[in-house]
């Protein structure tokens, strides 16, 4: 009589852990599924410069570019990265679809700064170049923007 209880009790633990590892084959199986090797994301800005001129010191200036997910994966935007503290980065979205289109605001404090200034924004992605970079240009001067006319 044991024996066949014993038997039994096998055959409840083998089907119990059957059933478990078809579980996690199923979890395993989608998990592969969405970490396709021949899905790629791929950031592609619109444009990726913009010159502001002349502007007075202490001027707060912003710029919108634009940028699109131009691969067949999904685009995740990891971190936006300003090139200095007078530098602010405003994104749309954080997760893009293909040809999805998003943007990024920069945002720059020219309070003492002075001269030509180059600021740029890099953005860090799961694309396949995974830091891409925008850049504002500014001429920083001293006055007021009615000097300046």
Not at 9 to 15: E, N, W
Not at 53 to 61: K, Q
Not at 66 to 92: H, R, Y
Not at 122 to 138: P, Q, Y
């Amino acid at each position: 009589m044991p024996s066949k209880f014993c038997q039994g009790l096998f055959g409840l633990f083998v089907l119990f852990f059957a059933s478990c590892t078809v579980g996690s084959d199923g979890v395993q199986d989608q998990n592969v599924a969405s970490s396709d090797s021949t899905l790629v994301a791929d950031l592609k800005y619109i444009d990726d410069f913009f010159d502001f001129g002349t502007v007075c010191e202490g001027e707060v200036i912003s710029h919108t570019f634009k940028f699109k997910n131009a691969g067949n994966g999904v685009l995740i935007v990891k971190d936006a990265i300003p090139s200095c503290g007078c530098t602010t980065p405003k994104l749309s979205k954080k997760m893009l679809k293909p040809g999805e289109e998003g943007s990024v605001e920069v945002i720059f404090d020219s309070r003492g700064w002075f001269g030509s200034q180059y600021k740029s924004v890099t953005l860090r992605t799961n694309s396949h170049i995974m830091d891409k970079s925008v850049t504002i240009k500014a001429n920083v001067v001293e006055g007021n923007i009615t000097s300046l006319k």
